[in-house]
């Protein structure tokens, strides 16, 4: 009886949690389903007042008229959106791979209030750092130019980059490092032939986190680029609201577009940031 019991409340329990997942899965997803709709409606339908969840008359024409360079020109955008964002993932991760290795390998004075005041930076709204990096932006002559985004997203991202690879460094085990230095290897070497190879999930998943951020700012990059032909994607889709040329449909056609490469990253880099390239580092 007892068991039975237990068998039941068990089964109970799955239930209970898997009807949650989907509630939770279907509150999530629903703002996007209705994007996709909308993106396949006419311009009439999709501001008709009785909405329908599916097109009536489904058309591809907005998908053609956001790479049509004289309504919206995404792929211009587009190619500076994936400049900004890949160059400052990659310097964030280069940046923060030699920073987390000293902070966590070095012993240094001052490294415990370094270490302490990472996410000083995350206490202040964003809003509030754009003076300072405003003037000193505009002071170094890089306004309105795409070095102005990535210096600023290179601002933004680093502390977090720096944390996060210093935490998966500290379980990389020192007997590793130790048995390097006894091989005749420096501290360079051993970064780049020891504690990259086994830290690769942590450095991608460094990696789309900041290319993530950068991609999708548009605090910044809407007070630091101030000609269209340094604009990035979020910055265009705004600009489209206030041409004869925006509809809904075109909107969401962009804006499911946009989102697209972020979904592709972090799609082919799960099983990276899922693994546990560490394991087994050390025998005996």
Same mark, same amino acid.
């Given at each position: 009886?007892?068991?039975?019991?237990?068998?039941?409340?068990?089964? /109970?329990?799955?239930?209970?949690? =898997?009807?949650?997942?989907? %509630? !939770? @899965? +279907? #509150?999530? *997803? $629903?703002?996007?389903?209705?994007?996709?709709?909308?993106?396949?409606?006419?311009?009439?339908?999709?501001?008709?007042?009785?909405?329908?969840?599916?097109?009536?008359?489904?058309?591809?024409?907005?998908?053609?008229?956001?790479?049509?360079?004289?309504?919206?020109?995404?792929?211009?955008?587009?190619?500076?959106?994936?400049?900004?964002?890949?160059?400052?993932?990659?310097?964030?991760?280069?940046?923060?791979?030699?920073?987390?290795?000293?902070?966590?390998?070095?012993?240094?004075?001052?490294?415990?209030?370094?270490? /302490?005041?990472?996410?000083?930076? =995350?206490?202040?709204?964003? %809003? !509030? @750092? +754009? #003076?300072? *990096? $405003?003037?000193?932006?505009?002071?170094?002559?890089?306004?309105?130019?795409?070095?102005?985004?990535?210096?600023?997203?290179?601002?933004?991202?680093?502390?977090?980059?720096?944390?996060?690879?210093?935490?998966?460094?500290?379980?990389?085990?020192?007997?590793?490092?130790?048995?390097?230095?006894?091989?005749?290897?420096?501290?360079?070497?051993?970064?780049?032939?020891?504690?990259?190879?086994?830290?690769?999930?942590?450095?991608?998943?460094?990696?789309?986190?900041?290319?993530?951020?950068?991609?999708?700012?548009?605090?910044?990059?809407?007070?630091?680029?101030?000609?269209?032909?340094?604009?990035? @994607?979020?910055?265009? *889709?705004?600009?489209?609201?206030?041409?004869?040329?925006?509809?809904?449909?075109?909107?969401?056609?962009?804006?499911?577009?946009?989102?697209?490469?972020?979904?592709?990253?972090?799609?082919?880099?799960?099983?990276?940031?899922?693994?546990?390239?560490?394991?087994?580092?050390?025998?005996?």
């Amino acid at each position: 009886m007892a068991m039975a019991s237990s068998k039941k409340s068990k089964t /109970a329990r799955k239930i209970a949690f =898997y009807t949650g997942l989907v %509630i !939770l @899965l +279907v #509150v999530s *997803l $629903f703002p996007f389903y209705i994007m996709m709709m909308t993106s396949f409606k006419s311009s009439k339908e999709a501001v008709a007042t009785n909405p329908t969840f599916l097109p009536k008359d489904w058309t591809f024409r907005h998908y053609v008229d956001i790479f049509n360079p004289d309504i919206f020109p995404y792929i211009s955008y587009f190619k500076n959106s994936l400049m900004v964002a890949l160059t400052a993932a990659v310097l964030a991760v280069f940046i923060g791979i030699f920073g987390a290795y000293a902070l966590s390998k070095l012993k240094f004075m001052g490294r415990t209030v370094i270490n /302490a005041s990472f996410y000083t930076v =995350y206490m202040f709204s964003g %809003i !509030l @750092l +754009v #003076v300072p *990096l $405003f003037k000193i932006i505009s002071g170094l002559g890089l306004y309105d130019t795409k070095t102005a985004l990535i210096i600023t997203m290179i601002v933004q991202t680093l502390p977090t980059a720096i944390f996060m690879l210093k935490s998966y460094f500290d379980t990389i085990p020192e007997d590793l490092e130790e048995a390097a230095m006894i091989d005749g290897l420096n501290r360079v070497q051993i970064i780049f032939y020891i504690v990259i190879p086994l830290s690769i999930s942590g450095i991608i998943s460094v990696f789309v986190y900041s290319f993530m951020v950068a991609w999708n700012d548009y605090l910044f990059a809407s007070i630091f680029l101030s000609d269209s032909v340094n604009f990035t @994607l979020p910055i265009g *889709l705004n600009s489209l609201f206030s041409t004869p040329d925006y509809v809904w449909g075109r909107m969401m056609a962009a804006s499911l577009v946009t989102a697209l490469p972020v979904v592709v990253m972090y799609a082919i880099s799960e099983h990276f940031i899922k693994g546990n390239l560490t394991e087994g580092g050390v025998k005996g």
